[in-house]
């Protein structure tokens, strides 16, 4: 039987997988953009519910990070169009887009860090 941890995943896990599916859906020509956008924002929101977990509620803390940042991003499809650009002889974009989504993810989680410390330390104050 699932309990509502697991069921908060399941749920999460399914709308993030959605909105993944939306921006692909979207962008349908240029789908390397669509998954470098979902892995650079599912990063930038993980980072952000991480940093936010003390104010957040633990059970529907999986939710947003196991559930809806797991399903959104994908370190699969990422690998698999960085391999398909190396077998097709790309290895210029295969490096930009390796580097240029490590780098991406990198500078947002950061970024999600300092605006959630802001927002923290100023509801402290309060």
């Known amino acids: 039987m699932l309990n509502i941890e ?4 399941i749920k999460g896990g399914a709308l ?4 993944r599916w939306a921006v692909a859906d979207m962008l349908a020509p240029g789908f390397v953009l669509a998954i470098f ?9 993980f980072a952000l519910y991480v940093d936010f977990e003390r104010i ?8 947003h990070t196991v559930g809806i940042c797991g399903g959104l991003t994908t ?11 190396v077998s097709q002889g ?10 240029g989504t ?8 950061q970024l999600s860090f300092i ?4 927002h923290l330390i100023k509801r402290e104050a309060a």
């Open 6 to 9: 697991m069921k908060n995943i």
């Open 16 to 19: 993030g997988a959605c909105v």
């Open 115 to 118: 605006i959630a410390r802001r």
């Open 37 to 45: 956008l979902c892995n650079v924002l599912g990063s930038f929101l």
């Open 56 to 63: 957040s509620r633990p059970k529907i803390k999986k939710f």
């Open 75 to 85: 370190f699969s499809t990422f690998s698999l169009q960085v391999a398909e650009l």
């Open 102 to 109: 490590f780098a991406a993810c990198l500078a947002v989680a």
């Open 90 to 99: 790309n290895f210029l974009s295969a490096s930009l887009l390796f580097l």
